[in-house]
């Protein structure tokens, strides 16, 4: 039962350059969502998808480009990696139906941007 | 913009004590405040979750407090247990508008022995 899987579970990047983190669901959920998590700061939602094939903005997009091209897949990418990228990053995935808010979270992946 | 707001940062309880956590809102629409626990290296987890029709809930040693005219609620865990250490998260959304979670910042709780 692996629910959302993240790869990479970790990496190192030089200022400048560009990578792209994976998030799989194996639930059949609707709704997918990119988060990173800075101390102090919670959570912040980066981008979302409620479907096969969109995606929205979060609060703070700037830097990063997502992709839904199948439904069991949201990638997130980074074309110029910055510092101020260091952060850990969730995937979270939600059915989609109104009797449940619950965000179904994988075990992050942590960025290190020199 | 900070639409949820917690505290306390970090609290430190003895065994048995009854750690509780702070969050308020500022978003009416909002209709799902969920609290998500997180361990160390792990992603988080849902652990209670409240609707504003709702005062209160309890599930096990875990009770919300819900205050819909104050715009704030709470957590508390009852009879705490070391294995209850772990960084708690408050956070609200519209479940209509695509359920996207606002989290508050996060509270380290450490429960001694």
């Known amino acids: 039962n692996a629910g959302v899987t993240q790869t990479p579970k970790f990496r190192v990047l030089k200022t400048g350059q560009s990578m792209t983190l994976l998030c799989a669901q194996d639930?059949?959920?609707?709704?997918m969502y990119w988060y990173r998590q800075d101390p102090g700061m919670g959570l912040r939602l980066i981008h979302y998808?409620?479907?096969?094939?969109?995606?929205a903005k979060g609060e703070v997009p700037d830097g990063y480009n997502v992709s839904r091209l199948k439904k069991q897949n949201f990638l997130l990418g980074l074309e110029s990696a910055a510092p101020s990228q260091t952060s850990v990053y969730f995937c979270?995935?939600?059915?989609?139906?109104?009797?449940?808010?619950?965000?179904?979270f994988g075990e992050g992946s942590r960025l290190t941007v020199l | 913009q900070q639409q949820v707001k917690q505290s306390p940062q970090s609290l430190i309880v003895q065994k048995g004590g009854i750690p509780i956590i702070n969050c308020a809102y500022e978003?009416?629409?909002?209709?799902?405040f969920p609290w998500y626990q997180q361990f160390p290296g792990k992603g988080p987890a849902l652990l209670i979750a409240?609707?504003?029709?709702?005062s209160e809930k309890k599930e096990g040693r875990f009770t919300i407090s819900f205050n819909k005219s104050a715009k704030q609620f709470s957590l508390h865990i009852m009879d705490s247990q070391p294995g209850d250490s772990a960084t708690y998260f408050c956070?609200?959304?519209?479940?209509?508008?695509?359920?996207?979670?606002?989290f508050g910042g996060g509270t380290r709780v450490l429960v001694k022995p």
């Open positions: 979270a995935s939600s059915s989609g139906t109104a009797n449940t808010g619950e965000l179904f």
């Open positions: 998808s409620v479907g096969e094939g969109t995606t």
């Open positions: 956070a609200a959304s519209i479940r209509a508008a695509g359920n996207k979670l606002t």
């Open positions: 639930m059949n959920h609707e709704y």
């Open positions: 978003n009416t629409a909002f209709d799902y």
């Open positions: 409240i609707r504003p029709d709702v």
